[in-house]
């Protein structure tokens, strides 16, 4: 396969964006994308565009929102993809098939969402489109109350590990403090995120409102390429191997302590970069819930079936640590606008690979990984990407 290139990127802030209508969305992530890698929308091939939607907004057929956005785009072929909370990794994956394919020469990614348009209820009703409906999908809780069992069962198995949990997310939020772009900027610290309070009370099984990532809106972009741009602005990253590795998508098919879809794409993943963990600077993974962030140590190899809690303690995969997991505050901080957080994850670690992260950066990061999966690890995303 041609090697492939992440050429410029946008972002918008995440958060709870009530004044920003999806036009604008657009507009503020795809724009900096598109003059980031040295191009006009008119050097634009196609568009590819994630959007999960399934009720947040009425408007759907958001391809065709590019044009409404940047009329330079009303004749650009563009399509929309959807695969739950894999959704933008779903539409960079297209347009890196429609660019190995010989067809287009530059293509354009943007990941968005508005989540915060329903009550609380609606939208936990919303996300339970992503779980097997006809046995998950009266889940108290919402998706909270799946991931919630998945603890409450993992807990039964191997023993409390709350704070294993504690210590991921007070680590997501210290990383956040640095990321502009997050939804929370608050270091909540272990003591917080450890003890529920009337601030921080359980949720579903034992997790805590700290133990889950936010409802949020925003935009992410990139520009693909199969080939570094000369004019570009910022600094090419290239993938060394991209997996997709689906899963069944009822958790009473199989054992849902574990990740057996995403271990297969760590597994197959890294083989095919001829690399192994030990040569990765950091990962940007999906910590939904820290239940999830602890479940994908096991996938990746950092610790044997029932042991990921030892990761986080033993401090391995804080910023200092010997592999960095979330040093932009991953989904816990930055947020989780479903359609956006693929891309999103892209933009992060092409920041950090170009040096280009700010107080994120880790230092000499030239090799990272990002995981992204739909659903409890349905859809499981990998890629391994390098500076140039």
Request: proline fraction near 5%; charge should be neutral.
């Amino acid at each position: 396969m041609k090697q492939q290139y992440i050429v410029g990127w946008g972002h918008t802030p995440f958060g709870k964006l009530d004044n920003m209508d999806f036009d604008q969305l657009i507009r503020d992530a795809a724009l900096p994308a598109i003059e980031s890698a040295g191009l006009t929308p008119s050097d634009i091939d196609a568009i590819f565009v994630g959007h999960f939607n399934a009720g947040f907004v009425q408007q759907d057929f958001s391809g065709a929102l590019m044009g409404i956005a940047i009329p330079e785009f009303r004749h650009t072929p563009a399509v929309r993809m959807e695969n739950a909370c894999a959704t933008g990794s779903a539409a960079i994956w297209s347009a890196l098939d429609a660019l190995a394919s010989g067809r287009i020469k530059r293509a354009l990614v943007v990941g968005m969402e508005k989540m915060n348009t329903l009550p609380n209820k609606e939208i936990g009703e919303i996300l339970l489109k992503a779980s097997y409906v006809k046995e998950e999908g009266h889940t108290e809780g919402g998706f909270a109350g799946v991931f919630g069992q998945i603890a409450g069962e993992y807990f039964k198995r191997y023993g409390d590990q709350s704070d294993a949990l504690a210590a991921i997310s007070a680590k997501n939020h210290a990383n956040g403090v640095h990321n502009p772009y997050a939804h929370m900027r608050r270091d909540l610290g272990f003591d917080f995120c450890r003890n529920p309070s009337e601030k921080n009370p359980f949720v579903a099984g034992p997790l805590k409102r700290s133990d889950c990532s936010l409802v949020s809106d925003g935009a992410a972009a990139l520009v693909l390429s199969n080939e570094p741009l000369p004019g570009a602005k910022v600094p090419a990253v290239r993938w060394r191997s991209r997996t997709h590795v689906n899963e069944f998508l009822p958790l009473s098919r199989r054992d849902p302590t574990v990740f057996e879809g995403a271990a297969l794409a760590w597994k197959k993943g890294l083989s095919d970069a001829s690399m192994s963990l030990n040569d990765l600077h950091f990962v940007e993974t999906h910590d939904c819930f820290t239940i999830a962030e602890m479940l994908e140590y096991e996938a990746m190899g950092l610790a044997p079936k029932g042991q990921g809690a030892r990761v986080i303690l033993d401090g391995v995969t804080t910023k200092s640590g010997k592999l960095p997991v979330n040093p932009s505050g991953g989904l816990k901080s930055r947020g989780h606008p479903i359609g956006a957080t693929g891309v999103s994850q892209h933009v992060m670690a092409a920041m950090q690979l170009s040096g280009l992260a700010g107080d994120m950066q880790i230092k000499n990061a030239h090799a990272g990984a990002v995981f992204n999966m739909g659903g409890a690890s349905v859809a499981n995303y990998l890629s391994v990407l390098e500076s140039v």
